[in-house]
Antibody, heavy 119, light 108 residues
Framework: EVHLLESGGGLVEPGGSLRLSCAGS????????LSWVRQAPGKGLEWVST????????YYADSVKGRFTISRDNSKSTLDLQVNSLRAEDTAIYYC????????????WGQGTLVTVSS | SYVLTQPPSVSVAPGQTARVTCGGI??????VHWYQHKPGQAPVLVIC???DRPSGIPERFSGSNSGNTATLSISRVEAGDEADYYC???????????FGGGTKLTVL
């Protein structure tokens, strides 16, 4: 059974940083692209970033480009998102999702980790 | 970047068919996916590639895509179908994922 478990969320002041992590199990981790998707309070889903299976290609939403960095360690089956220069509008639940290509989409999701940016 | 437009809400009586639309320029040329999201839970992929149902998704869920509109249909709606539904595509021009704004399905 595919399982994705996020961690690392918390309360951080504006301008601060966090490192979110996602541990994958139950599938061949190194064969799939992975993504982060977030949902701000009362808002819809927003795609944040995707990394390909090898880690050699990364993609970002305009709203986070230059502030967030996605990475993965296939030897440990982990996905990370380094979030810097945080703003109030980055407050959201951050979901890790397996991206199974443009013809399948995000086929498995974690339960999410909450990031709150506030002073 | 590519924009997907969904109605904020759709209401339907139990046993009827709910239809949720997703508008986008020439969306018929894209591969559209649909997600069900209930409060406090992880989103679930219910339709991929316009009309394919992943394993475990009831046959009551179906999808279509043509022209400028993709549609998710849920037949014989049940109370348990009440959720937010999102359409999604991968914008190959900008190399970014795109979600619609979401539609809240209410079962009357």
């Amino acid at each position: 059974e595919v399982h994705l478990l996020e961690s690392g969320g918390g309360l951080v002041e504006p301008g601060g940083s966090l490192r979110l992590s996602c541990a994958g199990s139950g599938f061949s981790f190194s064969r799939y692209a992975l993504s982060w998707v977030r949902q701000a309070p009362g808002k819809g889903l927003e795609w944040v970033s995707t990394i390909n299976d090898t880690g050699g290609s990364t993609y970002y939403a305009d709203s986070v480009k230059g502030r967030f960095t996605i990475s993965r360690d296939n030897s440990k089956s982990t996905l990370d998102l380094q979030v810097n220069s945080l703003r109030a509008e980055d407050t959201a639940i951050y979901y890790c999702a397996r991206y199974n290509g443009p013809y399948t989409g995000f086929d498995y999701w974690g339960q999410g980790t909450l990031v709150t940016v506030s002073s | 970047s590519y924009v997907l437009t969904q109605p904020p809400s759709v209401s339907v009586a139990p046993g009827q068919t709910a239809r949720v639309t997703c508008g986008g320029i020439n969306i018929g040329r894209e591969s559209v996916h649909w997600y069900q999201h209930k409060p406090g839970q992880a989103p679930v992929l219910v339709i991929c590639d316009d009309s394919d149902r992943p394993s475990g998704i009831p046959e009551r869920f179906s999808g279509s895509n043509s022209g400028n509109t993709a549609t998710l249909s849920i037949s014989r709606v049940e109370a348990g179908d009440e959720a937010d539904y999102y359409c999604q595509v991968w914008d190959s021009i900008s190399d970014q994922g795109v979600f619609g704004g979401g539609t809240k399905l209410t079962v009357l």
